[in-house]
């Protein structure tokens, strides 16, 4: 597990953008594993201002994102797939029909998880994006998720729908489900690139990365892996 330690937010997105770049330059048609939240959006800025002033292209790349809401259709403002979208979609050269989402609004979640997991048999991440829950999590593998969890129906935590509450109007209108990857899922990627940043995390980055190997902290099974960089700022690592 390499470590690298940031001064603040707006480095660590530099450093993780300039890896991403990197792995897209090095293979065009890259498979990339995305995430959600505040973590990665400055990471994302950073991809768009080097596709906008160096032409990187994503035309041939394909994504898969960890997660979605179970409720929320994909034009909703607060739906992953929306996120998405905005946040670099819609900003560089890549093809829509060459991304993937689990959807928050299928019939069946089970079967939905299925068509998920097939798919993800086929497209394994070359590098896989991740931020950390302050509890954990990865993707929304909530502490106690097995190890070889495949996508699922997930139960949000209470500290998870707390943390989530302030990207809505109100605690109420955050959505008590989701569709997540399972760890297995996370695992399978070549490599593994995690941003976190702030106080708040730093217990998790400690117990992630000189912890015990345990469900009870997901983040922890990346010590398992043999490809992952962690880009932290000095706050998210205060306690290492
Ligand atoms: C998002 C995801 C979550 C977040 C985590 C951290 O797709 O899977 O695991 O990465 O909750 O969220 P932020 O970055 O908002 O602190």
Redesign the pocket.
């Given at each position: 597990m390499k470590v690298i330690i940031t001064e603040n937010y707006e480095e660590m997105s530099r450093v993780a953008a300039d890896i991403i770049i990197n792995k897209v330059k090095a293979d065009p048609t890259a498979v990339l594993g995305?995430?959600?939240?505040?973590?990665?959006i400055g990471t994302y800025d950073n991809m768009v201002k080097d596709h906008l002033e160096n032409g990187t292209s994503y035309k041939n790349v394909k994504t898969v994102?960890?997660?979605e809401y179970v409720t929320l259709a994909p034009e909703h403002d607060q739906s992953?797939a929306y996120f998405m979208r905005k946040n670099l979609f819609d900003r560089v050269d890549i093809d829509l029909a060459n991304t993937n989402l689990p959807s928050g609004i299928a019939e069946c979640a089970q079967a939905e998880c299925d068509r998920y997991n097939a798919l993800l048999d086929t497209m394994k991440q070359d590098i896989q994006l991740?931020?950390?829950?302050?509890n954990g999590?990865?993707?929304?593998n909530e502490p106690g998720t097995p190890f070889g969890s495949v996508t699922h129906l997930v139960d949000l935590t209470e500290n998870?729908i707390k943390?989530?509450s302030r990207l809505f109007d109100n605690i109420d209108d955050v959505p008590r489900q989701a569709l997540?990857m399972g760890i297995k899922n996370i695992m399978q990627a070549k490599s593994i690139l995690m941003?976190v940043s702030?106080a708040n995390?730093a217990d998790a980055v400690y117990g992630m990365v000189k912890g015990e190997v345990t469900p009870d902290l997901p983040a922890s099974v990346l010590q398992l892996h043999p490809d992952v960089t962690i880009v932290c700022d000095k706050a998210a690592a205060s306690k290492l």
């Open positions: 995305l995430a959600t939240g505040s973590s990665p994102n960890l997660d992953y991740l931020g950390l829950g302050s999590h990865i993707g929304f998870t943390d989530n997540s941003v702030g995390k």
